[in-house]
């Protein structure tokens, strides 16, 4: 009994021991959460550890994401190294920021010099746009033309060139010290990038933050579309954690431009959204205006002037006021910039004109209008012609498009024009094939004449477009035909008549009519050259006689002297005798109707001693007196019937 006892108290006081212990560790639980709040934040934890900082600085998007169920897949993220980090807290009012090495000059933000490191001198070069020519040789020279390679565009010039560069004022007086209401919306600016250069992504953020309100920008999103070079991921990181309002978010697929936007747009919090490519800057004064207009009209999309940044120099060349965004029948967008477009406004230097299409470089549309209009199309892959594909359908589906000319933003003029590396060279043709046959209804037969690749793709394989026809259905868009006649009715419509459309092939040279390169378009001579077969050399004789050229169908068939040359064609005006032709169908002559000459095809200096013209160009086409030579006779090769021609 007395072991019984002894053993019963025994119990007892481990038991009382046990409550005293786990009473302590409540105690110092509490004290030590009291203390930590008191204390300065900690530095970054280890780069794979997820850290609950409100809000992240620094987003993964995963596959399981459903802001990614529209994305096509593409090379998927291999593996997470230390330099990709998930979640990064902000270091700042810490003493020693944290720092990664690399092979990357990086300069923070921030005021105070870290000890242990050189200050390094800032770049100076092209301040106020100015031109910067490097004078290089050997080794140096080398590395400028491997970036030029890498990026399309003189790296080296961009790296002595300040991340802050002002811009000289290039707007009109009248834009200057305008008022704008100080309830405009806030702005969400999206900037995607995919193996940006170090000076150029940052030099664009740096502009925005430079030169938006506080009042009026939300935030600076950062959407990386799956870079693989080393600087834009821990490096970038770090650096990002230095700058107020900016967030970055990662996503584990490649998305290209549309898709990496739609992103972007889902992760916004500012009531307009504000697309700017990430080469880009921004003049001073350039977020309000587009504020403005978009708050008078929340269906209403506007882009700034786009200035030009040239990729050898970096100088800054402003843009010619009046311009708007057109494309041709092969589904190109170009800027045009004539002073003919000049509406009747008693103020047009400041006034917007409504545009038929804009650009990608820089966009501002409201973000709900945006997600009910039904975003990016998730069918285009990479990169190109999403920006005619959502202009047709915004005007299509109830808005509108315009172009702001008190707001400029200057635009990097890329080498090789392709800010995404195409892995199969037929994805830009799969875009237009959306485009075509989801919005051009029967009109899409001009399209595929003068694109035949997309033509022999499309007969391949018919693109999945069910989900876009019945949003189309769903927001009650409008025909092809009303766009044309009423948003965009300078671009001609071709006849492509049978036996008067096509390649114009001449049988004496077994050669096609094309035009030289290095030239303006306008005026521009004549010349003989391979046939290429893929339509870009499309001709079309109408009924009106002109033989209109190109995929624009703007320039015309005309004479300078003996030679024959590219001339503007009347724009909804009766044609002159001068762009008049005839095609004699039995001998395949093409005859100048005002000169009664025919067209013939000059090789190899093939002119008479007689012939007035001065240069003896070779292959070039003149106009000689009819004769039955087979220089002489031509006629139209169709490349393709598509469907419903």
């Known amino acids: 009994m007395r072991l019984w006892g002894r053993a019963k108290v025994v119990r007892r006081r481990m038991l009382c021991l046990w409550l005293l212990l786990l009473g302590f560790a409540l105690v110092t639980l509490a004290l030590s959460d009291l203390f930590n709040r008191d204390q300065k934040p900690s530095a970054p934890r280890r780069p794979l550890q997820r850290i609950p900082s409100p809000p992240d600085l620094e987003v993964i998007v995963d596959s399981r994401d459903a802001a990614l169920e529209f994305v096509v897949d593409f090379a998927p ?21 944290l720092q990664r090495k690399g092979t990357y000059k990086v300069l923070l933000p921030v005021t105070k010099v870290i000890k242990g490191t050189p200050s390094p001198a800032h770049p100076t070069h092209g301040k106020l746009g100015e031109t910067v020519r490097l004078r290089l040789e050997g080794v140096e020279r080398e590395k400028e033309l491997s970036a030029v390679q890498k990026y399309s565009f003189n790296e080296m010039v961009s790296e002595k060139i300040s991340l802050h560069r002002k811009l000289p004022e290039t707007r009109h007086p009248a834009c200057l010290g305008g008022q704008y209401s100080k309830s405009l ?25 430079d030169t938006a309100p506080k009042q009026h920008l939300r935030e600076v999103l950062l959407v990386d579309d799956l870079s693989q070079h080393g600087h834009l991921k821990s490096v970038l990181s770090e650096y990002v954690t230095h700058l107020d309002g900016v967030r970055l978010i990662r996503s584990t697929k490649r998305l290209g431009v549309g898709g990496c936007r739609t992103l972007g747009a889902a992760r ?73 477009l000049q509406n009747k406004d008693p103020d047009p230097d400041v006034q917007p004109m409504q545009s038929p299409a804009l650009g990608g470089g820089v966009l501002a549309i409201d973000r709900h209008f945006f997600q009910s209009v039904g975003a990016y199309d998730p069918g285009m892959v990479l990169w190109g012609a999403e920006q005619i594909e959502l ?124 035009y030289s390169q290095g030239q303006g378009l306008q005026g521009r001579s004549m010349i003989i ?45 009766p044609t002159t005798s001068g762009l008049q032709w005839k095609f004699i169908k039995l001998s395949g002559q093409l005859v100048h109707q005002q000169s009664q000459l025919c067209l013939e095809a000059v090789k190899d200096g093939g002119l008479p001693h007689s012939s007035s013209v001065q240069s003896r160009e070779v292959n070039s086409l003149f106009l000689r007196p009819c004769t039955h030579h087979p220089r002489q006779q031509w006629h139209f090769e169709q490349l393709v019937a598509p469907k419903g021609a």
């Open 529 to 573: 050259a391979a046939c290429s077969g893929t339509g870009s050399q499309h001709c079309d004789l109408n009924s009106e006689g002109e033989v209109r050229w190109g995929p624009m169908g703007a320039l015309c068939l005309d004479k300078k002297e003996e030679q024959v040359i590219l001339s503007p064609c009347p724009n909804h005006q």
């Open 77 to 97: 993220l291999n593996s997470l190294q230390e330099d990709q980090l998930l979640f990064v807290r902000s270091t700042q009012g810490t003493k020693n920021p």
């Open 185 to 209: 919306p806030s702005a969400s600016v999206v900037i995607c990038f995919h193996d940006e250069a170090w000076s150029t992504l940052l030099r664009t953020v740096h502009s925005v933050l």
């Open 391 to 514: 202009s047709i359908r915004v005007w299509s589906c109830g808005g509108s498009m315009e172009v702001v000319p008190c707001s400029r933003v200057a635009h990097l003029d890329h080498h090789h024009h392709l800010p995404y590396s195409f892995t199969d060279e037929e994805l830009l043709q799969r875009n237009k094939i959306r485009i075509a046959d989801t919005w051009m209804d029967t009109y899409r037969k001009i399209f595929y004449r003068r694109d035949t690749q997309a033509h022999f793709i499309r007969q391949s394989e018919s693109p999945k477009i069910t989900e876009r026809l019945e949003l189309k259905k769903s927001l009650g868009c409008r025909n092809f035909h009303w766009y044309l006649t009423t948003v965009y009715p300078q671009l001609y419509i071709p006849q492509d008549r049978p036996g008067l459309s096509g390649e114009l092939y001449n049988v004496g040279t077994s050669s096609c009519a094309d």
């Open 268 to 340: 916004a919090a500012g009531e307009v959204l504000v697309f700017v490519d990430s080469h880009c800057e921004c003049q001073s004064g350039w977020l309000e205006p587009l504020l403005e207009r978009v708050a008078q009209d929340r269906t209403r999309v506007v882009s700034p002037i786009m200035d030009v940044i040239d990729w050898k120099t970096f100088q800054y060349n402003a843009t010619q006021w009046p311009v708007k965004g057109v494309f041709n029948w092969r589904l190109d967008f170009y800027w045009e910039s004539n002073p003919q």
